[in-house]
């Protein structure tokens, strides 16, 4: 028996959590990390019962359409109703055999337009609208070039040149006006990824590309894609290997085409996985959960302030170490902030005439355009909070237990980077405002943007595959290859994406991270117990509300302009990411207060 019977007790978990950062027995019921991890280990085992032979692919795209239609026929198990609790959305029972049938829900995009994922506009506009709008950036220098070590890498050279992209844009302006005139873009994960292609193609069925893609911005406000470079490194005793492919009129180059963009997406859709969802939200907001714990009393207003976006869970072979790399070349806390964040890709530039104090360099910009108002209205609510409990300038730096949370977050948190000259100062109530409105931007608005749509966007794989399994034909350039090509090309594109068996199981995973619970916390939408006991905190908490309902209508009306290309037009989805409330489901709106999903 316990020495204090009146204190908190370990629940069934094997994971102490306290009291009041567990979740609700709703949103248990509904999603945990023990949901996931026996979705896959029961899943998987019983999706290849299913199959037979894991590594099978898709033999034609009715098969994919199948999965939503058809489904897939679970085997029993002993426990009475497992696979509906497990996985209650996905699992129908046929009533005439009482077997259960694990069957996709159509998502949205593949209802409004079933052949969205196969257009290059749509292609473009995910770029920033989609599930991972945080990678593309602005075109400054020309000619495009590699910063790794030429000796270990090749040539730092990229094979895109200016004649490639002035074929492409051909009558609108040359590459150089392009530049000077803010029209090129570019996601660009070459130097991320040519590290790990080695690596990652020791793996099973599974290639990987170090890859550039050049957008040109159109006079409609749109993005056309121009040209995707994918390049091997010097490996198996083969030099370098690089290629460029573009749009094209005739049928073999568009089906290399098309199959390019395969490799960008499964790119894409790894990158966005571990960096822009996992390491940015989930992994980086792990050292100032700690440290407000740990630094901070319950009572403290900044503790009461973050206390809400602080509830969390944490997640192939390679992973960890590319997300420790990516983390080490490009995580800094100041761009971690919406409008620096847009800044450091060229995206924006600061102009106090403009709304929001900056201009876009793309004016529809979903992410964008929606993200900066959430972003003031959050920002707002800080100020009027910080503002109330530090009316004097210099109880900043005097309040102890502030100070030693600043410091732990920096020194031990990130204690690699401790000694980066972009720590912001904590020393005044407008740095503690710009930090404060930094952390729960992650935990609410960037997180949502990444992780919300990803059923919606990726529930039908063609358009964001996860993996690529096999190599560009004009990479291996056998002639046994080039036969199947202009024979089968539908095959091998197929071939490309992936299995069947890895198809459904990440679809259900989507399909788990993607949902709200009933009793889900929407950032503005309740106030916490303490914010309501200090009538000016209620009144500021109250206004901030208003702003996120007033903001709900906004959101509504961009959707329904005509001139706004990017989130309205003949079977386009509508950008609802960042709206700030949602029912229960898989809905592709909602603004948690944290990343508790």
């Known amino acids: 028996m316990s020495p204090y019977p009146y204190s ?25 990390a023990k949901t996931l991890y026996s979705a896959l280990h029961a899943l998987v085992p019983a999706i290849e019962t299913s199959i037979v032979d894991s590594d099978l692919g898709f033999p034609y795209f009715t098969a994919i359409d199948s999965l939503f239609n058809e489904g897939i026929n679970l ?31 159509t998502p949205e995009a593949m209802e409004r337009d ?42 730092p050279e990229s094979k895109i040149t200016k004649e490639i992209i002035e074929k492409e844009i051909k009558g609108f302006m040359t590459v150089d006006e392009a530049i000077k005139q803010k029209k090129l873009f570019i996601v660009d994960y070459h130097d991320l990824m040519l590290p790990y292609v080695q690596k990652v193609r020791t793996l099973k069925n599974t290639t990987l590309y170090g890859s550039r893609t050049v957008f040109f911005l159109t006079p409609d406000g749109t993005l056309r894609p121009l040209a995707i470079e994918l390049v091997r490194p010097p490996m198996d005793g083969k030099p370098q290997w690089k290629e ?74 390679f992973s960890m170490e590319l997300s420790s790399a990516v ?22 530039v600061e102009d106090p005439n403009s709304p929001h104090g900056l201009k876009l360099t793309i004016e529809d910009y979903p992410y964008a355009n929606d993200g900066l108002v959430l972003w003031d209205a959050l920002k707002q609510w800080v100020t009027d909070y910080v503002n109330h409990y530090y ?98 090309p539908e095959v091998v594109l197929l071939r490309c994406f992936p299995s069947q068996v890895q198809a459904a199981t990440v679809m259900t995973v989507l399909d788990v991270l993607s949902n709200h619970s009933p009793d889900e916390e929407y950032l503005g939408q ?56 949602s029912d229960s489901g898989v809905t592709g709106k909602g603004v948690p207060y944290s990343i508790s999903i």
């Open 114 to 155: 079933r052949f969205f994922w196969f257009r290059d506009e749509e292609f473009g506009r995910q770029t920033l609208a989609g599930l991972n709008p945080l990678c593309i950036k602005l075109v400054t220098e020309w000619p495009l070039k590699s910063t790794l070590d030429p000796a270990v890498y090749g040539p």
């Open 75 to 105: 085997p029993p198990l002993t426990k009475q109703g497992f696979w509906k609790t497990l996985i209650p959305r996905l699992v129908k029972a046929i009533e005439d055999t009482s077997e259960d049938v694990l069957r996709f829900e």
């Open 327 to 348: 983390y080490d070349a490009v995580w800094r806390f100041d761009h971690e902030a919406l409008p620096q964040d847009l800044i450091n890709r060229g995206m924006a």
């Open 526 to 581: 309740l106030a916490e117990p303490a914010w309501k006991e200090d009538s000016l905190v209620k009144s500021a908490f109250e206004r901030f509300n208003g702003k996120l309902k007033e903001f709900e209508g906004v959101v509504d009306a961009r959707n329904a302009n005509k001139e706004l290309k990017n989130r309205n037009g003949a079977g386009i989805t509508p950008y609802e990411l960042l709206k700030p409330f």
């Open 244 to 317: 460029v492919y573009t749009p094209s009129w005739n049928a073999t180059d568009c089906w290399l085409w098309r199959l390019a963009k395969a490799q960008v997406l499964a790119i894409d859709s790894g990158y966005h996985q571990l960096v822009s969802h996992w390491l940015r939200t989930h992994c980086c907001t792990e050292p100032y959960i700690i440290s407000t714990n740990r630094q901070l009393s319950v009572m403290h207003p900044i503790y009461r302030l973050l206390h809400p976006h602080f509830r969390t869970f944490s997640p192939g072979k």
């Open 8 to 32: 908190e007790k370990l629940a069934t978990s094997t994971i102490y959590v306290p009291r009041d950062e567990a979740f609700s027995d709703i949103k248990n019921l509904t999603f945990s």
């Open 391 to 488: 009316p004097d300038p210099k109880l900043v730096a005097s309040d102890q237990e502030l100070q030693a949370w600043w410091k732990e977050i920096k020194t031990v948190g990130h204690g690699d980077k401790k000694d980066a000259p972009w720590w912001p100062e904590l020393k005044t109530p407008k740095d503690l405002i710009e930090i404060v409105t930094t952390i729960t931007w992650v935990a609410s608005g960037h997180h949502a943007a990444v992780n919300f749509g990803q059923y919606p966007y990726a529930g039908y794989f063609p358009n964001r595959p996860t993996i690529a399994r096999i190599n560009m034909p004009t990479e291996d350039n056998s002639e046994e290859g080039w036969k199947f090509l202009l024979e089968k």
